[in-house]
Nanobody
Framework: VQLQASGGGLVQAGGSLRLSCAAS??????????MGWYRRAPGKERELVAS???????IYADSAKGRFTVSRDNAKNTVYLQMNNLKPEDTAVYLC??????????????WGQGTLVTVSS
């Protein structure tokens, strides 16, 4: 399974970016549950930004609420993160993550390579 993330870049404070992450190599044996985004800022630990379960339940970090929107396209095995009103403290490498079950029994989870988001003040 490979996760290909895109959409990062340099943006001014107050601007917007949309991240995408497509999972490939998942056949019928894979049942994806959670798809989400984490981030790792310089000098900080990795933290959850937002995730969406297969049933549609959403989880947001407090810092993301009201500004970021996570969504997924199950047909494309793709998760998105729309980020509005970006702040310099949002600067980080954003990592996509998926988990689920293989053949309904064996858990799996995979990480994307990360995409850099830089917000200038």
């Amino acid at each position: 399974v490979q996760l290909q993330a895109s959409g990062g870049g340099l943006v001014q404070a107050g601007g917007s970016l949309r991240l995408s992450c497509a999972a490939s190599g998942t056949g019928s044996m894979f049942s994806i549950n959670n798809m989400g985004w984490y981030r790792r800022a310089p000098g900080k630990e990795r933290e959850l930004v937002a995730s969406v379960e297969s049933g549609g339940s959403l989880i947001y970090a407090d810092s993301a609420k009201g500004r970021f929107t996570v969504s997924r396209d199950n047909a494309k095995n793709t998760v998105y993160l729309q980020m509005n009103n970006l702040k310099p403290e949002d600067t980080a490498v954003y990592l996509c993550h998926v988990d689920g079950l293989i053949l309904g029994t064996s858990p799996f989870d995979y990480w994307g390579q990360g995409t850099l988001v830089t917000v200038s003040s």
